[in-house]
């Protein structure tokens, strides 16, 4: 199967590989996904007083466009906002990485994975439903 | 060394040059290039000759009459003449088949085909080991039990049946008796009498022949009977019409000889590299050999790292040419159906690499291969939330996951 340059450079040169305090009142985490299906994303944000997420962190166990689809996402949260963070579509990550009609779904999860981490920290900050 | 190093046996071989040399022989203007069945001059003559001294080196290679050798167009035309050939032909003594989940698709989807004809088909469940055991065989038996199939070793955990057992039972019911050889012939023994086998099939490109040629075994005596799928001259005793290939069967010929005089020296030098390939990898923690039965391919080695996704390892892997029993690789988003009906978790049979070696391997490219898979699964891990979770020793089977 062939892969476009950018899931290449993401998946061998992953950003923000790693893993926040989850129990910290800054940190949002969001893990979706299942071993069986072939991949699990877990993508923590750190988020600031402002509501301004000023970290992201994540581990992917799959292939090498849900990799790439995380470690984008990471790139692409820092200095959002919730609000804005939750609103990014799977869409804009599929083409940005140029994903397949077969791996969009990597592109699904990433968004499922923000869209849980973003209610995580606002259940903890008691902003559910805000 | 080159790269990408080729760990992919099972799959197909490459063909051996001196079959190469005899193949092109058949291929040059001055060459044997008639059609062996023109009975009015020599051109026809010769390539009689040359296929006839082909069939005898299969014959030899699996302990059988020339007589009784059916050249096909590969194992998968040889599969469905088997399967199909007796079911039709014997469908009034009864319409029941017995053969495993860990077969082939040729034989899996010959059986549903039959299937939907009418058949009754029953399809063994390997035990952990990966093995289709005599007892599993006889539990299956019915009166109305006409065929048993199963592959003589398994190509993607390569485990090997024990074929010898199940003949004899087979022969004493009067119950046909299909192996489905194609990973093993030329590679490891194989006596039909002694086996009892009556239909076996042959691929001509797992043993260093050319691709696109293969053979039936149809055993002569007690005779077996198939009906044939390819009507036309008459070829081959009417079993299968179609002008032959002379030079694809003077390949498959020439490799079946020399797999023959040099198996001794072929089984030694796969199995020493197989055992080298898992020495070398088996420091990797939490590592699995799937299909640990001792009866084995020599070449044939399949493991999963847990914890790590199929795909993204072989993507790790670009040097090696090898296959994953996992999803993503082929089109299909399921797991190996094989590794599944061996009772592996989902996960594992994710995390799953075949590696399988040959004639042209190198130990050289053994050491490569092993350095490869360290860093590749080392670096995976690093990235896993799974390994993570594991190493904090959370059990995750009691996680409650999001299925998608």
């Known amino acids: ?130 | 060394m080159q790269t990408p190093i080729y760990l992919d046996y099972a799959a197909t071989t490459p063909t051996d040059p001196r079959v190469v040399e005899k193949m092109v022989e058949c291929l040059r203007l001055d060459g044997n290039w008639g059609n062996p069945a023109s009975r009015s001059h020599v051109f026809g003559w010769r390539a009689e000759e040359a296929i006839e001294e082909a069939r005898r080196n299969v014959a030899d290679l699996i302990a059988a009459d020339p007589r009784e050798i059916v050249w096909t167009s590969g194992a998968t035309e040889s599969d469905n003449l088997a399967i199909k050939g007796v079911a039709h032909f014997y469908q009034r003594k009864g319409k029941h088949i017995i053969t495993s989940k860990i077969e082939h698709k040729a034989v899996l989807d010959t059986c549903r085909q039959l299937e939907r004809e009418g058949f009754e088909v029953t399809y063994l469940t390997p035990n952990a080991h990966g093995e289709i055991t005599p007892a599993a065989v006889a539990e299956a038996m019915r009166d109305d039990t006409i065929l048993v199939s199963l592959m003589h070793a398994n190509n993607e955990i390569g485990v090997v049946t024990d074929l010898a057992a199940i003949g004899a039972m087979t022969r004493e019911k009067g119950v046909l008796f299909h192996v489905d050889a194609a990973q093993t012939a030329g590679k490891i023994e194989i006596d039909v009498n002694a086996m009892n086998i009556d239909l076996l099939s042959i691929s001509g490109h797992k043993l260093y022949g050319p691709k696109g040629i293969g053979v039936l075994y149809v055993r002569r005596k007690p005779r077996v009977r198939i009906e044939a799928q390819m009507h036309g001259g008459g070829h081959e005793r009417g079993m299968r019409s179609g002008t032959l290939a002379t030079h694809q069967i003077v390949g498959l010929g020439e490799a079946a000889r020399i797999a023959k005089e040099e198996m001794a020296l072929d089984q030694a030098h796969s199995a020493a590299l197989r055992q080298r390939l898992l020495d070398a990898v088996s420091d990797i923690e939490e590592i699995h050999v799937n299909g640990d039965s001792p009866k084995h391919l020599p070449g044939l080695l399949n493991v999963s790292f847990n914890y790590v996704e199929g795909e993204s390892l072989i993507m790790s892997l670009k040097d090696l040419a090898l296959s994953s029993g996992s999803a993503c690789t082929s089109a299909s988003l399921e797991p190996s159906y094989v590794l599944r009906a061996l009772g592996l978790s989902d996960e594992l049979a994710h995390s799953s690499l075949r590696m399988s070696v040959g004639r042209f391997s190198t130990e050289e490219e053994i050491d490569f291969a092993a350095q490869q898979i360290h860093t590749a699964v080392e670096k995976l891990r690093e990235l896993s939330p799974l390994w993570d979770m594991y190493k904090d020793g959370i059990d995750l089977s009691t996680i409650q996951w999001s299925a998608h």
């Open chain 1, 1 to 130: 199967m062939a892969y476009s340059e950018k899931v290449l450079d993401h998946y061998e040169n992953p950003r923000n590989v790693g893993k926040l305090d989850d129990k910290s009142n800054d940190v949002g985490t969001g893990m979706v996904g299942a071993p069986a299906c072939g991949d699990v994303m877990r993508l923590q944000i750190q988020v600031n007083g402002d509501g301004i997420i000023e970290d992201a962190k994540f581990k992917t166990y799959g292939c090498g466009s849900a990799i790439a689809s995380s470690s984008l996402l990471t790139e692409w949260v820092k200095g959002k906002t919730l609000d804005e963070a939750a609103a990014i579509k799977n869409t804009e990550i599929a083409e940005e990485l140029a994903l397949p009609p077969v791996k969009i779904h990597c592109s699904v999860l990433a968004e499922d994975a923000i869209k849980a981490a973003v209610a995580d920290i606002k259940t903890k900050r008691g902003q559910e439903g805000a």
